[in-house]
């Protein structure tokens, strides 16, 4: 069974940082693209960014690039999101996806766990 755990959501000031971290189980970690979406309220859901350990490849939407980092520890089936210079806009539910492997990459997600909220205050 897939399972997706999200943590590091919180309250921080704009201009602030963070740190998601995602514990992945149940697949093969470095055979699936892994990342996280954001959904604000009354908002449609957003892809933030994407990793694959196996080939290296990463997916940065344009909103966050420059901003946002993403890695990931194939020891322990974890990915990371640092976030810094955080704006309010960035206010949202996160969520850790397993997306599909289908082109273009990080775009289908296959799987997710329960998200982490992150509020940015202006």
């Known amino acids: 069974e897939v399972q997706l755990q999200a943590s590091g959501g919180g309250l921080v000031r704009a201009g602030g940082s963070l740190r998601l971290s995602c514990a992945a189980s149940?697949?093969?970690?470095?055979?699936?693209?892994i990342g996280w979406f954001r959904q604000a309220p009354g908002k449609e859901r957003k892809g933030v960014s994407c990793?694959?350990?196996?080939?290296?490849?990463?997916y940065y939407a344009d909103s966050v690039k420059g901003r946002f980092t993403i890695s990931s520890d194939n020891a322990k089936n974890t990915v990371y999101l640092q976030m810094n210079s955080l704006e309010p806009e960035d206010t949202a539910v996160y969520y850790c996806?397993?997306?599909?492997?289908?082109?273009?990459?990080?775009?289908?997600?296959?799987?997710w766990g329960q998200g982490t909220l992150v509020t940015v205050s202006s």
């Open positions: 990793i694959s350990s196996g080939d290296g490849y990463t």
């Open positions: 996806a397993q997306y599909l492997k289908v082109d273009p990459r990080c775009r289908v997600v296959g799987s």
């Open positions: 149940g697949f093969t970690f470095d055979e699936h693209d």
